[in-house]
T-cell receptor, first 115, second 112 residues
């Protein structure tokens, strides 16, 4: 079975500053990795995904993430955040090759942008 | 293109009542899922389905039932509601096991 650990439950950061949201996973097999964003009172939207190939993955809204197999990490970064980035961010993992039982999610990181 | 549609958006139940949360998708996705989200706990898988007529339990299935008679619909049934089932419920779908999930906007359920 896979598991995901998001190391910070809350990350406060000033507007226009860079941010990194940390995600570590555990799995005995190869995995696919995802980051989702959830705005208040909405469902989850896909930010980016890593399936294979380049370990640096670019997503929507200026976010990117780097897959590090040796450190079993998939940290999310943005060089300059905006007020509109205030949201809950979830890291998720699934078995490489396709697991029918969906994704395993971390507990989420609340990104708080301060003006 | 509506995507994944969940109804109702909000519901308050009394202990012991039952209800069905509706989920429909118009993307012809084979795989459908029900998750519950509790504060600080992330999302937990309740049930999933890989196609019409096929369902399977997830991590937290107790107190819930599902059916999948068509590709489009995947209703979640709560029998004998309990306060522990107060949560936000999300339905999701995807075309295959390799694809990201597409989520509905959720149903916020309170059991008192």
């Amino acid at each position: 079975a896979q598991s995901v650990t998001q190391l910070d439950s809350q990350v406060p950061v000033f507007e226009e500053a860079p941010v990194e949201l940390r995600c570590n996973y555990s799995s005995s097999v190869s995995v696919y990795l995802f980051w989702y964003v959830q705005y208040p009172n909405q469902g989850l939207q896909l930010l980016l995904k890593y399936l294979s190939g380049s370990t640096l993955v670019k997503g929507i809204n200026g976010f990117e993430a780097e897959f590090n197999k040796s450190q079993t990490s998939f940290h999310l970064r943005k060089p300059s955040v905006h007020i509109s980035d205030t949201a809950e961010y979830f890291c998720a993992v699934s078995v490489s090759g396709g697991g029918a039982d969906g994704l395993t999610f971390g507990k989420g990181t609340h990104l708080i942008i301060q003006p | 293109n509506a995507g994944v549609t969940q109804t109702p958006k909000f519901r308050i139940l009394k202990i012991g009542q039952s209800m069905t949360l509706q989920c429909a998708q118009d993307m012809n996705h084979n795989y459908m899922y029900w998750y519950r989200q509790d504060p600080g706990m992330g999302l937990k898988l309740i049930y999933y389905s890989v196609g019409a007529g096929i369902t399977d339990k997830g991590e937290v299935p107790n107190g819930y039932n599902v059916s999948r008679s068509t590709t489009e619909d995947f209703p979640l049934r709560l029998e004998l509601a309990a306060p522990s089932q107060t949560s936000v419920y999300f339905c999701a779908s995807r075309p295959s096991g390799n694809s990201p999930l597409h989520f509905g906007n959720g149903t916020r359920l309170t059991v008192t």
